[in-house]
Nanobody, 122 residues
């Protein structure tokens, strides 16, 4: 059972940085692919980044490549999203999610956190 809790969101000026964390209180974190998604008002939920079980493979949406970095620490049951050079269009609720598959499709992720708000001011 995966139980995910995100933290680290907040208000930041354009060009600034934030680091999101997502902790799994379950016991099977290391067997899941982890992903970060975001949803802005009036828009569909979109993939930001994913990372495989061991942290050896990652995937990023084109919109965040070179600015965001996903990482995980299986000993701490935690996945991170380091966000640099933030832009107003990065404003959204950010969710972490777990999947048995290395996928970019939200439907392949069966467990979700409650989300954390990121707001980037211009």
């Amino acid at each position: 059972q995966v139980q995910l809790v995100e933290s680290g969101g907040g208000l930041v000026q354009a060009g600034g940085s934030l680091r999101l964390s997502c902790v799994d209180s379950g016991r099977t974190f290391s067997i899941y692919v982890m992903g970060w998604f975001r949803q802005a008002p009036g828009k569909e939920r979109e993939l930001v980044a994913t990372i495989d079980w061991r942290g050896s493979s990652t995937y990023y949406a084109d919109s965040v490549k070179g600015r965001f970095t996903i990482s995980r620490d299986n000993a701490k049951n935690t996945v991170y999203l380091q966000m640099n050079s933030l832009k107003p269009e990065d404003t959204a609720v950010y969710y972490c999610a777990a999947s048995r598959y290395f996928s970019a499709a939200p439907d392949d992720f069966g467990s979700w956190g409650q989300g954390t708000q990121v707001t980037v001011s211009s």
